[in-house]
C-alpha cells in the first residue's frame, strides 16, 4: 500500500513562491495518475493539478500560468511549484495516488 508523505508549505507573501513535495513509498508515482488538491477552511476540497503516467498536465483555471506539477520518478517524488501565489491560494495542500490514497497534507499562507 502506498504511503504519501507532503512536505514545503509554509508562509509566504502574496506574489511569492513556494514548492510542495509529495515523497511516496510502497508504489511507484510514475505508474499512476498522480494529483494535488486543495481544501481552505470551510470549504470543500478542491482539484488543483493532475500528472498522468505518459506525463500529461492539467491544471485548474485558478491555478493555470502560476503552477506547476511534475514528478522525479528517480526519487519517487511529486512537486508542485507554486509561482504569483496569491491569499485564495491559502489552503491545506494533499497529493493523491490513482484516485484513492492520499496524503496527510501541507499548510499554505499566503498572507502580509
Known amino acids: 500500500q502506498v504511503q504519501l508523505v507532503e512536505s514545503g508549505g509554509g508562509l509566504v507573501q502574496p506574489g511569492g513562491s513556494l514548492r510542495l513535495s509529495c515523497a511516496a513509498s510502497?508504489?511507484?508515482?510514475?505508474?499512476?495518475?498522480m494529483d494535488w488538491y486543495r481544501q481552505s477552511s470551510g470549504k470543500q476540497r478542491e482539484w488543483v493539478a493532475s500528472?498522468?503516467?505518459?506525463?500529461?498536465?492539467t491544471y485548474a483555471n485558478s491555478v493555470k500560468g502560476r503552477f506547476t506539477i511534475s514528478r522525479n520518478n528517480a526519487q519517487n517524488t511529486l512537486y508542485l511549484q507554486m509561482n504569483s501565489l496569491k491569499p485564495e491560494d491559502t489552503a491545506v495542500y494533499y497529493c493523491r495516488y490513482s484516485g484513492s490514497s492520499w496524503g496527510q497534507g501541507t499548510q499554505v499562507t499566503v498572507s502580509t
Open positions: 510502497g508504489s511507484s508515482v510514475s505508474t499512476a495518475v
Open positions: 500528472i498522468r503516467t505518459t506525463g500529461w498536465t
